[in-house]
Nanobody
C-alpha cells in the first residue's frame, strides 16, 4: 500500500514537500516515482528514484526545482518542490516498481516514462499553486 501526504495550496514561487509511505511487499521496491495528472491532460512522470543505489530521473519540466529522496528508517520517499508555478497544479501520485529486472539507472527512466505498467499506486494528493 502506498499513501501520499503533504499536498495543499501554495503561492507561486513557494515550496511544498510531498511524502509517499510504502509498506509490506513494497519494502523491497526497485523504484518509487512521483507522477502528476491535471484534468484533461496525460499523466506525467515527474521524478523516480531507485532503492538500491539512489539513481534518479527528473522530467525536464521540474529539473532544478524538484528533488526526490529516500528515508529508509521511516519507509518514505519524498518529493521536495520549490519555485512552484501555476502549471505545477495537479494531482500528484506515487507508484512503485518491484520488477527487479533492470539496472537501477535504466529502471528509473523506464518507470518515469511509463514504459511498463506499474505495480501499485497511491490515492493521490492535490497541489494547487495560486495567488
Amino acid at each position: 500500500q502506498l499513501v501520499e501526504s503533504g499536498g495543499g495550496v501554495v503561492q507561486p514561487g513557494g515550496s511544498l514537500s510531498l511524502g509517499c509511505r510504502y509498506s509490506g511487499s513494497h519494502l523491497d521496491y526497485t523504484a518509487i516515482g512521483w507522477f502528476r495528472q491535471a484534468p484533461g491532460k496525460d499523466r506525467e512522470g515527474i521524478s523516480c528514484i531507485s532503492r538500491s543505489d539512489g539513481s534518479t530521473y527528473y522530467a525536464d519540466s521540474v529539473k532544478g526545482r524538484f528533488t526526490i529522496d529516500r528515508d529508509f528508517a521511516n519507509s518514505m520517499v519524498y518529493l521536495h518542490m520549490k519555485n512552484l508555478q501555476p502549471e505545477d497544479s495537479s494531482t500528484y501520485s506515487c507508484a512503485v516498481d518491484v520488477s527487479h529486472d533492470m539496472v537501477p539507472f535504466l529502471a528509473v527512466g523506464r518507470m518515469c516514462r511509463l514504459e511498463r505498467p506499474l505495480d501499485s499506486w497511491g490515492q493521490g494528493t492535490q497541489v494547487t499553486v495560486s495567488s
